[in-house]
């Protein structure tokens, strides 16, 4: 079955600096990858996703790449800011199940 | 339009007890899950209802674990008798499209412990 590995569990930045977390996944069968916010309490809510056909979408701050060659995808936040503080996760879909990564803890300080 | 909806938000009982979690997903949606987070873990996939068919149960636990969806709205998740590990959180999600992927609305959550 599909595996979906992210990295880091834990990400620290300033406020204006990019974030990057990385995901790699298994099922090379897999052809949407969202992106899941989580804050504190509050339920997942997806930010941006990407499908196996697009190498790169961009939505304001946010920006994901697909490698389907590499299977790995990734998330950059630009500029960041305190709300950004949250619990990132990426998954993999196929036939409709999201297969989750473990999460990443990004705390933004202002 | 309302949200995935949840009942109750947090639950706390005893090894043994048994607990009937509810989720009521977007009107429409035929595609309803439910997801498990354990101890700050990773969520993971439990089981996915098209209407009111399970189309894929793989990642249900155990047999204490009972999933329904009669007449394909609200669906509920029975674990009986609950044990210590099945603390967490459980997520259920709707979507309107499945097997090529889209997006699934999450509810809020409901908080299990078991002590």
């Known amino acids: 079955g599909e595996n979906v590995e992210q990295h880091p569990s834990t990400l620290s930045v300033q406020e204006g600096d990019s974030a990057v977390i990385k995901c790699t996944y298994s099922d090379s069968a897999s052809n949407y990858f969202p992106w899941y916010k989580q804050e504190l309490g509050k339920r997942p809510q997806l930010i941006i996703d990407i499908r196996s056909n697009v190498g790169e979408k961009k939505d304001q701050r946010i920006a994901v790449t697909l490698n389907k060659t590499a299977k790995h995808f990734s998330l950059h936040i630009t500029e960041t800011q305190p709300e950004d503080s949250a619990v990132y996760f990426c998954a993999a879909v196929r036939w409709g199940k999201l297969i989750f990564g473990q999460g990443t803890e990004l705390s933004v300080k202002p | 339009e309302a949200g995935v909806t949840q009942f109750p938000s947090h639950s706390v009982i005893e090894k043994g007890q048994t607990v009937t979690l509810r989720c009521d997903p977007i009107s429409g949606h035929d595609n309803l899950y439910w997801y498990r987070r354990v101890m700050g873990k990773e969520i993971k996939f439990l089981l996915h209802f098209v209407k009111e068919s399970k189309q894929d149960e793989s990642g249900m636990p155990n047999n204490r674990f009972l999933a329904e969806r009669t007449g394909g709205t609200y669906s509920t998740l029975k674990v009986q008798p609950a044990e210590l590990e099945d603390s967490g959180v459980y997520f259920c999600?709707?979507?309107?499209?499945?097997?090529?992927?889209?997006?699934?609305?999450f509810g809020p959550g409901t908080r299990l412990t078991v002590t």
């Open positions: 999600a709707s979507s309107q499209v499945s097997a090529s992927g889209g997006e699934q609305y």
